[in-house]
Nanobody, 129 residues
Framework: QVQLQESGPGLVKPSQTLSLTCTVS??????????WNWIRQPPGKGLEWIGY???????NYSPSLKSRTSISRDTSKNQFTLQLSSVTPEDTAVYYC?????????????????????WGQGTQVTVSS
């Protein structure tokens, strides 16, 4: 059973860089036709896909966040990391990491749902001075 767990600071100041780590157990992040995603949910809004790093190591980002987003991985720790720069209060959200298979990715990008794939429990990040 694949399990994902997000970790990182719960409070970030405006203009700083948000950094979150997802630790994966029960499966390697470098094997299979799977994609390791970051998704967020701002208060009162729906789920928003941020980007992924594939098992192959390739990355892809939401066009609206691409200029501020970087996703990387540490294969020795079976972890992948999100960095979102120049944050504003609009980046306040619950941030999730999730695994999607090839067949799930189209939906995960366009309209994410916790009903598909494996998801972490989420971590609240607040951007405030």
């Amino acid at each position: 059973q694949v399990q994902l767990q997000e970790s990182g600071p719960g409070l970030v100041k405006p203009s700083q860089t948000l950094s979150l780590t997802c630790t994966v157990s029960g499966g390697s992040i470098t094997t299979g036709l799977v994609y390791w995603n970051w998704i967020r949910q701002p208060p009162g809004k729906g789920l928003e896909w941020i980007g992924y790093i594939a098992a192959s190591g390739s990355t892809n980002y939401s066009p609206s966040l691409k200029s501020r987003t970087s996703i990387s991985r540490d294969t020795s720790k079976n972890q992948f990391t999100l960095q979102l720069s120049s944050v504003t209060p609009e980046d306040t959200a619950v941030y999730y990491c999730a695994r999607g298979s090839v067949s799930q990715m189209a939906a995960m990008v366009s309209h994410p749902t916790k009903m598909a794939g494996y998801w972490g429990q989420g971590t609240q990040v607040t951007v405030s001075s």
